[in-house]
């Protein structure tokens, strides 16, 4: 089992930057890819970034490419979300997971989730 912790949402402005971060804990961290997802009301839950178990392979959602930058600490079992440039169409819940698979950018391929945190862009 591996149970996360998302934190750092909030409310920013449009061209504001937001660092999110998820804390794991149970069984070893580097053994998983990661995985941030978000999902705005009304609207599927979708990849943004993904990361495999080394941190030497990222994935980037087209909409987040260039503003996004998702990074890992083996070491402190966290994984990082820089969120920069934020625009109005960013909010959504963001959540944090982990796959047992090198990499992965569907939901259905992750085993854990987190709870969600709020991102909320004002224009």
């Known amino acids: 089992q591996v149970q996360l912790v998302e934190s750092g949402g909030g409310l920013v402005q449009a061209g504001g930057s937001l660092r999110l971060s998820c804390a794991a804990s149970g069984r070893s961290f580097s053994s998983y890819a990661m995985g941030w997802f978000r999902q705005a009301p009304g609207k599927e839950r979708d990849i943004v970034a993904a990361?495999?178990?080394?941190?030497?392979?990222?994935y980037y959602a087209d909409s987040v490419k260039g503003r996004f930058t998702i990074s890992r600490d083996n070491a402190n079992n966290t994984v990082y979300l820089q969120m920069n440039s934020l625009k109005p169409e960013d909010t959504a819940v963001y959540y944090c997971s982990a796959t047992s698979r090198n990499i992965a950018t569907t939901p259905r391929f992750y085993d854990y989730w987190g709870q969600g945190t709020q991102v909320t862009v004002s224009s």
């Open positions: 990361i495999n178990r080394s941190g030497g392979i990222t």
